[in-house]
Nanobody
Framework: QVQLVESGGGLVQPGGSLRLSCAAS????????MGWYRQAPGKQRELVAK???????NYADSVKGRFTISRDNAKNTVYLHMNSLKPEDTAVYYC??????????????????WGQGTQVTVSS
């Protein structure tokens, strides 16, 4: 019913920048929080940044001051602007959204959705 499609990953040199995008589509009534997570090889998935429907944000300590999360509610899209990238930022980045839908039982329900992931590699 709801799909999240990420784009913008790739290979970048240390110190470089990338912008990730994630567009949500489907039978969406509204989107609450949206966020970005990442998972490096051999490590658990971790929160990178999150933004509420009202625009409040929080970041992992490791990315504060370098990454900025933003959203365009009209487009159901969340962005992650990544600056001063480091090799330790290398990971698969996943978009997450808490979406309100009208369920089959005609009740409003909130569901958690994930994108397919996009690879970010920081290397010289």
């Amino acid at each position: 019913q709801v799909q999240l499609v990420e784009s913008g990953g790739g290979l970048v040199q240390p110190g470089g920048s990338l912008r990730l995008s994630c567009a949500a589509s489907g039978r969406i009534l509204s989107i609450n929080a949206m966020g970005w997570y990442r998972q490096a090889p051999g490590k658990q998935r971790e929160l990178v940044a999150k933004i509420t429907g009202g625009g409040s944000t929080n970041y992992a300590d490791s990315v504060k001051g370098r990454f900025t999360i933003s959203r365009d509610n009209a487009k159901n899209t969340v962005y992650l602007h990544m600056n001063s990238l480091k090799p330790e930022d290398t990971a698969v980045y996943y978009c997450n959204a808490d979406v309100r839908v009208l369920a089959a039982d005609r009740h409003l329900r909130d569901y958690d959705y994930w994108g397919q992931g996009t690879q970010v590699t920081v290397s010289s």
